[in-house]
């Protein structure tokens, strides 16, 4: 009974502490409930998040440039497709073989072998090696008859950066190439998009309009494992395009002022007088962009860099030259301006002036005698624009210079190798050399010698704006978003004022006092050109179609000696850093001018002999093209 | 009362499949059914090495649950003091020939399948117990030769369990004998002072702690100090548990398990993967499943007429209960990471061979529930 009555007690005794444990169990299973709600439900969103980050990653593609096109659409910057070749580690049985087998297929150097191996190194082994950029199509069909024996090796075809007309606008358009690391640092967009093998400008405009023709990346999902490696591919997001880009530029004049300038150092601009577009831009010599597409051999680059012509100056805007005599309608013009002189005014010319003792010479040994401006500008005659100079004085000159854009940067935004040159003041002088002005010194500027320096666009547009009539244009090379015709660009020049959209408001565009004065340098100009002694008189064209006005000028790279004034030299005898710059600044047609135009031809003797007649030559084409130009000015419109 | 006793002692197998309880049967065949297709997954959706062993050794271990079943609860009240001392010598063993990997020495090579001696010893100190206190008249309960022996009996293969090392079960053996002690009657406020102790001693326990038990402890506070290292797997576990939302992710699309962010999906973060691909409304489901099993036990051990076979019901399905807590709590990030698989889900042929031995004791208890055992 006892025993019976104890064992009653204990079953209850293991029943009420079971309740205990019981209800225990209850809470403890309802708070797991509880925290899997809050893990499942309330959370949900926050882990499902850092879920797709662990399992989606995101694999960025290079961007694809946009086109640059000339003002007809033609395609001067594009791209190409090309092939490459790739190696992915973990798919290769055995490196060495695969190496050696493609050391023999591509001609690989040793040098390649070991950063490939140096690559293998450093990348993870299902990260592709890019083995080649660019295969040529015999190497890429090569690669693919070997393929079965080639495990791990992936042929690719990718997109890269093509300049179809090669040298011609290579000091224009820059080139891409592989970005350095300062770079990138330095360029919010390019730290964005970069991705190895991707090439960014490096000079000219691909440079300055890297942010607009850059693109985006085309950017592939991956859902990826624990270690990283690639399991599916997700969705492809298609990268853009960056902007196509359309310039001023008109490849077959551009073209044809690399065929005149063959083998030569020198510039050639050409410029529409009322818009200021910049119709070609050619620095001779140029060299091929597409070199430094995938890295330009040494050899190569030694070629460039060391040609004593030196094409990696972009003369146009880089190049400093005196101006020489093509600063004569400037010179009568502010002398005008100032009514320093008028049309009656003479100069006896007996090839030389005196003055404090010094002797300033006349190219023309014998002297012209009693010369007019207009005579004076048609041959070109230095004793009378010393003394219009010697009258004017330096000041007064600067200042009708610089409205016509000397010693300032035509495309300033554009190119940051553009130099502003220099026109000289007597305030500059004392600023900077801290000697007092000499009257000898204003005699020499007269003559566009001594200290005034320019570039060959500022001739050009210096030219531009006289023939237009004196009215102030600002030269571009990228067609913006809404071109203004040259028949409206003509029409607001004369009423003298041009709305400008930029600052709203009307700006006066008249660079004269009065325009008299403008139209007689246009008569001495066409002189020069187009009369009997003028002194470009040989390259003239009579068909008025192609007429054309112009000015020579022939730059000192140092001073004549009195000896060698006396020797009177033929070119070939004088060492080529010693000849003389040959200058040539014109615009036409002359009735109706429509283009302006300067040429410089380093060292080429004078400019009448070397450089006119590469106008008359670039004149016929100039014209012809003009009515295509015109057609084409409604052509698509693109904003940048 | 002796003619009851015979007859019952004289049942039929006819009798005895009658008397199965079907509710714990169906409910352990779902869930093994539910562990072989996680397995499934686990496997990437292909029927490889873990689906096929887990599959095999579901398919013997069932049968020997109802073979265990089928010998009469006595037979097991008769045997269970050998049975622990079995238990003891297979960690002895263990201890001084077993199998060592990763660090730890717990498993022994018996031909067919690599036990870990350990996990027996959750069921073992169960049956010990509760014949121990089935024998021990109440006014004893609280004397000090029985608390000791109690103790010791606890103690022992706590310790050679923890020096193997292995926290995680040696904790699991110390609450399971502990439960008993609870239901046996002991004083609540013996229980009560030697928490107070063990907390006040807490501080000297983590002393002995090896490097890795104390960096996991830490890691438990704040998982985010070291989110590559030591907290990457209850990092990864609760993402993918969170990500799996109300109705999961789907089955075989659990990216978190398939792209291996998940560590030791197979054995103690199995619940994670059936969380993310099935979702809060899975996971309940499973724990209903628990639920129904828990209860079950609870129900056939107050049916029995014996104190042996209700102590022995209720401290397994008390065991079974902290076994779940302590998994479900471990991938939740509500306790460290102590290594305790979840019954049956858990690839791991010892802890399933342990758990299929416990049910079979059960549902000989059902079957036998009118069993008196002197």
């Known amino acids: 009974m006892i025993k019976s009555n104890s064992g009653i007690r204990k079953t209850d005794v293991i029943n009420r502490r079971m309740f205990i444990i019981g209800a225990a169990k209850v809470v403890v299973f309802a708070a797991i409930v509880a925290r899997l709600f809050s893990l499942q439900i309330n959370e949900n969103k926050k882990y499902l998040t850092l879920s797709d980050k662990n399992r989606i990653r995101e694999w960025k593609l290079p961007p694809t440039r946009g086109n640059i096109v000339d003002y007809f659409g033609n395609v001067i910057a594009g791209n190409l497709k090309v092939y490459q070749l790739h190696i992915i580690p973990e798919q290769v049985e055995n490196f060495n073989y695969l190496l050696v087998r493609l050391k023999n297929l591509l001609n690989l150097s040793d040098k390649k072998i070991t950063r490939i191996n140096k690559l293998k190194a450093e990348l993870k082994p299902w990260d592709s090696i890019i083995v080649s950029e660019n295969l040529s199509w015999s190497q890429f069909v090569k690669i693919n008859n070997y393929l079965y024996d080639l495990v791990g090796v992936k042929p690719v075809m990718t997109i890269s950066r093509n300049y179809p007309f090669n040298d011609v606008y290579t000091h224009v358009l820059g080139y891409v190439s592989q970005p350095n690391e300062q770079e990138i640092l330095d360029n919010q967009i390019i730290q964005e998009r970069f991705v190895p093998g991707m090439k960014i400008g490096k000079l000219g405009l691909e440079k300055r309009l890297e942010n607009h023709l850059i693109g985006t990346n085309a950017i592939q999902r991956y859902e990826v494992n624990a270690y990283g490696k690639r399991i599916n591919q997700l969705e492809h997001q298609k990268g853009q395009q960056g902007s196509k880009i359309r310039l001023t530029v008109d490849t077959e004049i551009q073209k044809a002022c690399g065929k005149l300038l063959n083998g030569k150092a020198g510039s050639i601009s050409v410029m529409d007088i009322f818009t200021g577009d910049i119709i070609a831009m050619y620095s001779s010599p140029s060299y091929n962009p597409n070199l430094f597409l995938f890295g330009i051999s040494q050899d190569e680059w030694q070629l460039i860099r060391n040609n004593p012509l030196k094409p990696l100056i972009n003369k146009t805007i880089s190049g400093l030259y005196s101006p020489g005599s093509t600063i004569k309608p400037i010179v009568a013009l502010s002398a005008l301006e100032n009514n320093v002189i008028d049309t009656k005014f003479k100069v006896k010319c007996t090839g030389k002036m005196e003055l404090y003792g010094q002797t300033f010479h006349c190219w023309k040994e014998k002297g012209h005698g009693w010369v007019s401006m207009k005579n004076a500008m048609k041959q070109s005659c230095d004793t009378y624009f010393y003394e219009v100079a010697r009258l004017l004085g330096v000041d007064r000159l600067n200042i009708t210079a610089q409205k016509f854009g000397l010693g300032k940067k035509v495309l300033g935004e554009y190119f940051d190798t553009e130099k502003k040159g220099l026109f000289p003041n007597t305030k500059w002088k004392k600023n900077n050399l801290g000697k007092g002005w000499v009257l000898g010194e204003t005699l020499i500027t007269g003559i566009g010698q001594g200290y005034i320096q320019s570039t060959p666009l500022q001739l050009c547009m210096m030219t531009a704006q006289i023939a237009n009539g004196g009215y102030s244009i600002k030269p571009k090379i990228i067609v913006d978003s809404n071109p203004i015709s040259y028949e409206d660009a003509k029409q607001s020049m004369e009423s003298g004022f041009l709305f400008d959209s930029e600052s709203e408001e009307l700006l006066d565009k008249r660079l004269f006092k009065d325009k008299k004065n403008i139209k007689i340098v246009q008569e001495a100009m066409f002189s020069s050109t187009n009369e009997r002694f003028g002194t470009s008189y040989k390259s003239r064209i009579d068909d008025p179609k192609y007429q054309f006005a112009g000015k020579t000028g022939t730059a000192q790279v140092k001073r004549i000696s009195k000896r060698e004034r006396e020797l009177d030299l033929e070119l070939e005898q004088i060492p080529y850093k010693d000849r003389d710059h040959a200058l040539y600044v014109a615009y036409g047609p002359y009735v109706n001018p429509r283009y302006a135009l300067s040429i410089i031809v380093e060292h080429g003797g004078s400019g009448s002999k070397a450089a006119a007649p590469i106008a008359k030559k670039l004149f016929k084409l100039i014209i012809d093209r003009h009515e295509l130009r015109n057609k084409q000015s409604n052509f698509e419109r693109i904003t940048i | ?374």
């Open chain 2, 1 to 374: 009362m002796f003619q009851h006793d015979r007859l019952n002692n004289e049942i039929t197998l006819l009798q005895k499949i009658k008397n199965l309880d079907y509710v714990l049967l169906i409910s352990v065949i779902l869930l093994s059914v539910i562990s072989v297709f996680v397995m499934y997954s686990t496997d990437g959706g292909e029927i490889l090495f873990h689906t096929k062993n887990h599959f095999v050794k579901l398919a013997v271990f069932f049968p020997l649950m109802i073979f265990v079943a089928f010998f009469n609860i006595k037979f097991w009240h008769n045997f269970s003091y050998i049975i622990y001392l079995i238990v003891i010598l297979l960690l002895v063993y263990v201890s001084f020939f077993g199998i060592k990997s990763s660090g730890s020495q717990r498993w022994m090579d018996v031909y067919f399948f690599v036990l870990q001696p350990s996990e027996l010893m959750k069921i073992a100190i169960i049956m010990c117990l509760a014949k121990y206190y089935h024998r021990l008249k109440i006014e004893n309960v609280n004397s000090l030769t029985s608390i000791t022996i109690v103790l010791a009996v606890i103690l022992i293969p706590t310790i050679f369990v923890v020096s193997q090392p292995d926290l995680g079960t040696s904790i699991l053996i110390a609450l399971s004998g502990l439960i008993i002690l609870w239901l046996g009657g002991v004083k609540i406020k013996y229980f009560i002072y030697s928490f107070i102790t063990f907390l006040i001693s807490l501080p000297f326990i983590i002393s002995f702690l090896k490097p890795y038990q104390k960096l996991r402890i830490l890691t438990f506070l704040d998982p985010d100090r070291d989110p590559l290292g030591a907290g990457y797997q209850i990092i990864q576990s609760k993402i993918a548990i969170g990500s799996g939302g109300l109705d999961g992710k789907g089955f075989l699309k659990g990216t978190q398990s398939y792209l291996d962010f998940l560590p030791e999906k197979h054995t103690d973060f199995i619940f994670t993967l059936f969380s993310e691909e099935f979702g809060f409304i899975g996971s309940v489901g499973l724990l209903i499943l628990y639920s129904i099993i828990i209860f079950r036990i609870l129900r056939i051990g107050s049916i029995s007429r014996s104190n042996f076979a209700r102590l022995f019901c209720f401290g397994y399905a008390f065991a079974i209960f902290i076994y779940i807590v302590v998994n479900l709590s471990m991938v939740l990030g509500l306790l460290p990471i102590v290594g305790s698989p979840l019954p049956i889900m858990s690839y791991g042929g010892s802890s399933m061979l342990a758990t299929m031995i416990g049910f079979g004791i059960v549902l000989s208890a059902k079957i036998n529930h009118k069993q008196i055992i002197a």
